[in-house]
């Protein structure tokens, strides 16, 4: 038996996020489909992140163990060859049998996109959220400053969450713009359910002068979901990628 690691890529607009559900196809359910096909033997996979309906990703990672004797590293290119085009696996690799993505420490960046112009554009329509209302870069910027290090989420996570606590680290947190489009980047240590979300909808509240930049602080002690923005669509978000944390006797 070995622990197989996959780099995953995939266009969320047509899935309904990442984990198994009965209300539509995911993400998970096509890769343990194909990969039982592949191995011909029952295939699971453990994801890091579990992204929700129409978020997509460029660097998700999920795990499964195998008996097969194809190498690890060409598992990826016999699966893409089954894979339907809105999915893609950039690497395999085989890693430790107790290595598991959601138990590890580590990195997770995201990157939400916005279209800031008078006009949606079609061509950005699946991977942008379109406002017309003209942004304040520099006030968003300013109420960066209140997210960045260790806080209580808790007024940046919707109701239905399960966790033990809603303490997060934010490592980092910038705003770019190019051209129409604002970029706004986030790394941390775990993420709460639609907190990056949420978080980019009380920025744009920022950005429109409807909340002033030290509001943020106000929304953060008030620990109350409340007090925060709307969560802004999913399609505007990509998880871009995770890095893991390995001592020296952890790595392979």
């Known amino acids: 038996m070995k622990r197989v690691k996959l780099i995953v890529s995939y266009d969320g607009t047509n899935y309904c996020g990442w984990q198994i ?3 539509g196809i995911t993400v998970e359910e096509v890769l343990n489909r194909t990969l039982s096909e592949l191995l011909e033997e029952e295939i699971f996979v453990i994801g890091a992140s579990r992204t929700d309906s129409g978020v997509h990703a460029m660097g998700n990672v999920a795990v499964f163990d195998t008996r097969t004797k194809i190498p690890p590293e060409k598992i990826s290119f016999a699966l893409n060859q089954r894979l339907p085009e809105d999915i893609r696996i950039l690497k395999s690799e085989e890693v430790a049998l107790d290595f598991h993505p959601r138990y590890c420490n580590s990195t997770k960046t995201y990157v939400y996109k916005i279209l800031n112009r008078r006009f949606p554009d079609p ?3 699946l991977y942008t959220h379109f406002v017309y209302v003209p942004l304040d870069i520099e006030r968003m910027r300013q109420a ?6 260790e806080h209580d989420f808790a007024s940046f996570c919707s109701s239905g969450s399960q966790v033990k606590t809603t303490v997060r680290t934010i490592y980092h947190l910038d705003i770019s713009k190019e051209n129409d489009v604002i970029a706004i980047s986030i790394s941390g240590n775990g993420f709460l359910y639609n907190m990056v979300r949420i978080i980019v909808g009380t920025l744009i509240k920022v950005g429109m002068k ?14 109350d979901r409340d007090m925060a923005g709307p969560k802004s669509p999913a399609k505007g978000l990509t998880l871009v990628g995770i890095e893991f944390e390995f001592s020296k006797q952890d790595r392979k």
């Open 144 to 149: 960066c400053q209140y997210i960045v290090g």
């Open 123 to 125: 061509m950005q329509r």
């Open 210 to 223: 409807v909340y002033p930049p030290e509001h943020v602080k106000e929304i953060l002690d008030a620990r």
């Open 21 to 23: 559900q009965i209300n």
